[in-house]
């Protein structure tokens, strides 16, 4: 079966600090991959979406990147923390196949920058 | 691009009582549909989704949604609701030019009085 592991599941973060959250898909091969943030009062954000490896689709210009150097692992970084980074952030992965539209949560990682 | 509306960000109802959780969405070609809901302390589990096909779809645990093409609308309806369904609702569109870009909605938080 398939799971999906992110990690850490906390972490505070001084202002200006690096950030690199990690999430690994098993069990399934050519998965979709997402990230999104989750903030009170605005939903999930979409921030990165990924179709295969090194295909990276930003949606929305910030202080963040993503990357994909493996069939299954999408990481979220930043060079340079700000206040606004705080907040909840998802990984998610579908299949790509018909019938695959589901989407499938990773358990979050809760980001303080202080 | 597609975007998601969900117009109500609280609704409070009684138990028993039925319930309709609004959704919209912009797109210029066709769409998948999705609701999403969140249990407190819990990640997002699928509710339903809309592929194509009849235009009515039900869920798990009595939910069910209907697509409007016309109003680009897809509700999220319950006759009678528990006080378990108290969660967030989220509703997500992907449109088929880019069905592995999956936009969410800015939630809806469903509270149960007994």
């Known amino acids: 079966s398939q799971t999906i592991h992110q990690w850490p599941a906390t972490l505070v973060q001084p202002v200006g600090s690096p950030l690199s959250l990690e999430c690994t898909v098993e069990g399934t091969s050519n998965p979709n991959l997402y990230w999104y943030r989750q903030a009170a009062g605005r939903g999930l954000q979409l921030l990165f979406y990924?179709?295969?490896?090194?295909?990276i689709s930003s949606e929305v210009p910030q202080n963040l990147s993503a990357s994909r150097p493996q069939d299954r692992q999408f990481i979220l970084s930043s060079k340079k923390l700000l206040l606004s980074d705080s907040g909840f952030y998802l990984c998610?992965?579908?299949?790509?196949?018909?019938?695959?539209?589901?989407?499938?949560f990773g358990s979050g990682t809760q980001l303080s920058v202080l | 691009a597609q975007s998601v509306t969900q117009l109500d960000s609280q609704v409070p109802v009684f138990e028993e009582a039925p319930v309709e959780l609004r959704c919209n969405y912009s797109?210029?070609?066709?769409?998948?549909l999705f609701w999403y809901v969140q249990y407190p302390n819990q990640g997002l589990q699928l509710l339903l989704k809309?592929?194509?096909?009849?235009?009515l779809v039900k869920g798990i645990n009595g939910f069910e949604a209907e697509f409007n093409k016309s109003q680009t609308s897809f509700h999220l309806r319950k006759p009678s609701v528990h006080i378990s369904d108290t969660a967030e609702y989220f509703c997500a569109v992907s449109d088929l030019s880019s069905a592995s870009k999956i936009i969410f909605g800015s939630g809806t938080r469903l509270s149960i009085r007994p």
């Open positions: 809309y592929l194509s096909g009849s235009t």
């Open positions: 990924s179709v295969g490896i090194g295909q």
């Open positions: 797109s210029s070609v066709s769409v998948y």
């Open positions: 998610a992965w579908r299949g790509q196949g018909a019938g695959d539209e589901k989407l499938f």
